[in-house]
């Protein structure tokens, strides 16, 4: 029951492109922009994209993000086995007061 | 290099307290507004707190208000965290982070950096 929405799950095969979507609502999503987080397995979780579509220095361009009303999407492009990981997204909620992430969605390079 | 390294987790019973503490380094602290998140095992993120660059500012998850206190010290450069009236459902890995603004509650900021997470279990 997370305020953004994404699928639990996603899979590919590398060299595949994959798309993970977070849909969020006016007070969050629709007002603010959307900071993704990438969470290997057992480690903390890694700024990804930050203000929808940036990325911040380091992060192959094989990650792309971007923003619609109030969905976002985390584009993987070339997808690679190191990218077997949980991704999140997270916005601000006007609405709440608070920062709101998604429940996560599990990658997985078959 | 940034870093933040957690600290004050453990096991403890429900009702109980506890204080976590996050030393920062590699980077101007008191410049920047902090947050505590943290991750039930097995399942998401979920932020708890944030606090503002001189402590002026400060927010709160509904599930914890009234019962966790966020506090800074900017001499120090740490953060803490007072948990009190802890329950089960807060048993989770704490994880101290970093705000790229000084302000908690910029919809434009990110959290750039993160700690690598204290335990806290709540069992009787």
């Known amino acids: 029951q997370s305020v953004l929405t994404q699928p639990p799950s996603a899979s590919g095969t590398p060299g595949q492109r994959v798309t993970i979507s977070c849909s969020g609502s006016?007070?969050?999503?629709?007002?603010?922009?959307v900071n993704w987080y990438q969470q290997l397995p057992g480690t903390a979780p890694k700024l990804l994209i930050y203000?929808?579509?940036q990325r911040p220095s380091g992060v192959p361009d094989r990650f792309s993000g971007s923003k619609s009303g109030t969905s976002a999407s985390l584009v993987i492009s070339g997808l690679q086995s190191e990218d077997e990981a949980d991704y999140y997204c997270a916005a601000w909620d006007d609405s709440l007061n608070a920062w709101v992430f998604g429940g996560g969605t599990k990658l997985t390079v078959l | 290099e940034v870093q933040l390294v957690e600290s004050g987790g453990g096991l403890v019973q429900p009702g109980r307290s506890l204080r976590l503490s996050c030393a920062a380094s590699?980077?101007?602290?008191?410049?920047?507004?902090m947050h505590w998140v943290r991750q039930a095992p097995g399942r998401g993120l979920e932020w708890v707190s944030g606090i503002s660059w001189n402590s002026d500012n400060i927010g709160y998850a509904d599930s914890v208000k009234g019962r966790f206190t966020i506090s800074r010290d900017n001499t120090k450069k740490s953060l803490y965290l007072q948990m009190n009236s802890l329950r089960a459902e807060d048993t989770a890995l704490y994880y101290c982070a970093k705000d790229t603004g000084s302000g908690y509650s910029y919809g434009f900021n990110r959290f750039d950096y993160w700690g690598q997470g204290t335990l806290v279990t709540v069992s009787s």
């Open positions: 203000s929808s579509i």
């Open positions: 590699g980077f101007t602290f008191e410049d920047h507004a």
């Open positions: 006016i007070s969050n999503i629709g007002s603010n922009t």
